[in-house]
């Protein structure tokens, strides 16, 4: 079973053909899709397109490339729109939260100020969550011990191999996607391919980060299967083992998952 741990079909470039891009991510196998907000106005949004799609499901936050245009209203929203989700089987995590010392001009001291208060946010409600991590990687560890947070996603992970053990010792999996299928990206394909199996999760980041056969073109959950194709070729496993393992892990460090998965056996 494919669970794409992290794509974002609210985005303005699926607006168009949206059912479209479900049904074909189904024809590929993919049963579950893992929606993460990126700003408070995005929530609402998300709740509902998970209620009229079978085998969606979303996390709620505000994305560290947001925070300059938030403020602490959306913290006060996010907790309340949090505490009115726990009973939706389809609310997975908080997410997508994190840090991005990558991206020039952004605000790092109000980066981490949002960031804290999310993983509090988090740790309240007993939740996992989903990371977005560059260029940060030792200063979101550090977060992450201190709030003593031990389950999620670090998202898209780019880091190195003391790095990556650092996040699957807090108990976390690193999510793995298009980025590893270019042969050029060197790093990423020694850490798919030398991780333990328990360490890893699939994903897209659809729109973005196209797999290299879609290069320059938009991303789809529909991809998820040539990922997992890549992935079970770097670590010479079957693709079904590779599949089976993803999912398992997905479940582990989201636990809310495994509600989903049962809604969808019935």
């Known amino acids: 079973m494919l669970i794409d741990t992290h794509c974002h079909l609210d985005a303005p470039e699926f607006e168009a053909d949206l059912q479209g891009v479900i049904s074909r991510s189904r024809a590929a196998q993919v049963r579950m899709i893992v929606m993460p ?11 509902t397109l998970a209620a009229r799609q079978s085998g969606l499901c979303y996390a709620l936050g505000i994305h560290p490339m947001c925070v300059d ?16 989700a726990m009973d939706d089987p389809r ?21 981490a100020r949002f960031f804290s208060a999310q993983l509090k946010i988090a740790r309240e409600f007993d939740l996992p969550v989903l ?10 560890l550090k977060h992450l011990r201190q709030t003593g947070l ?9 880091g190195s ?12 999996c690193l999510g793995f996607g298009g980025a590893m299928t270019w042969p050029r990206a060197l790093q990423i394909r020694r850490l798919a391919a030398g991780l333990p199996g328990e360490a890893f999760v699939l994903e897209t980041d659809a729109p973005d980060i ?3 056969w879609r290069a320059g073109e938009r991303n789809e959950p529909g991809e998820l299967r040539g990922i997992a194709t ?28 495994s509600r989903m998965l049962e809604a969808l056996k019935d």
Not at 152 to 157: E, L, Q, T, V
Not at 161 to 172: E, K, P, R
Not at 238 to 246: L, M
């Open 230 to 257: 890549c992935m079970a070729e770097l670590r010479h496993q079957t693709h079904a083992e590779v599949v089976h393992q993803s999912a398992a892990n997905a479940q582990r460090v989201l636990p809310r998952l």
């Open 37 to 47: 907000a990126v700003h408070r106005q995005h929530f609402e949004g998300l709740r």
């Open 131 to 140: 990371l977005h991590v560059r260029r940060a990687q030792d200063v979101v």
């Open 150 to 158: 031990c389950k999620g996603i670090a998202h898209a992970f780019n």
């Open 210 to 212: 196209p797999p290299h």
């Open 91 to 111: 609310f997975v995590a908080i997410g997508e939260i994190g840090l991005d010392h990558f991206v020039p001009g952004l605000d790092r001291a109000r980066q």
């Open 69 to 84: 245009a938030s403020t602490d209203d959306d913290l006060s929203a996010l907790r309340q729109a949090v505490t009115q």
């Open 161 to 172: 191999m003391q790095q990556a053990q650092g996040y699957v010792a807090q108990g976390f």
